[in-house]
């Protein structure tokens, strides 16, 4: 566990910092780096802050060998389907689907009062399809923000935290080389639970013939 700050830097100097300790190189897939007025590492470890930080800017990270790769989900969710996994054309395939209600939000208000001029900066994002007069439930975040573009970009980060995990699949199916963590599949023949799918976690099995397990979830579209 250490303890460290730091002031007025870029996102992914912070990380460049932290990986140093581990004597990790760096590998930061991401379009834009964000400005970070203050951060603080209190009792924690290196990979402990490291995830908080990334998932607070909407980021998500991953270590490979001697490497620290630094993502917007987003980008990669937005990515064409490395492939097709039809149900129907399946030898056999155990799977199960999940669908979450709970912890689930139609839209995401940032609400923040500068401290010196009390500007009052509020933004309110609604997820694709969703609006004011839809059932469903509004997150509340109140953090700094400088503007109207910052809030947006606070608010869709904010709801994309909460909201990525609505709909998850496990599956077991033949085996493929080519199946892969960070790649999106389309998955057809499931019925409601059809559609693009980021894969999170794969497990290659060869007893009893070749197999692999996949943890998907379903990509978010528009935030």
């Known amino acids: 566990d250490k303890y460290r700050a730091w002031e007025k830097v870029k996102l992914s100097q912070i990380i460049k910092d932290v990986a140093a300790d581990g ?74 689907f999940r669908s979450k209600l709970k912890g689930i939000y139609k839209a995401c208000h940032v609400k923040y009062q500068k401290t010196k001029t009390k500007e009052l900066i509020e933004y309110t994002f609604y997820v694709p399809g969703q609006h004011a007069d839809t059932e469903g439930r509004i997150l509340e975040v109140n953090q700094q923000v400088e503007s109207i573009a910052e809030a947006e970009k606070l608010a869709k980060k904010s709801l994309r935290n909460k909201n990525k995990d609505e709909v998850t699949a496990s599956l077991s199916i033949p085996g493929g080389y080519e199946f892969a963590a960070g790649c999106v599949y389309k998955l057809t023949g499931w019925q409601k639970f059809d559609g693009n799918y980021i894969c999170e976690k794969v497990s290659h099995s060869i007893g009893g013939g070749y197999s692999v397990s996949l943890e998907l979830r379903r990509v978010l579209n528009g935030y």
Not at 48 to 77: H, M, P, Q, R, W
């Open 23 to 96: 004597e990790l190189e760096v590998f930061y897939d991401v379009d834009s780096d964000t400005d970070i007025e203050r951060a603080e590492q209190i009792g924690q470890s290196n990979l402990e802050f490291l995830e908080k930080i990334c998932k607070d800017n909407g980021l998500a990270l991953k270590i490979s060998t001697n490497k620290l790769v630094v993502f917007d989900e987003y980008k990669y969710e937005q990515q064409e389907p490395a492939l097709e996994i039809n149900k129907n054309l399946l030898k056999y395939a155990s799977y199960r």
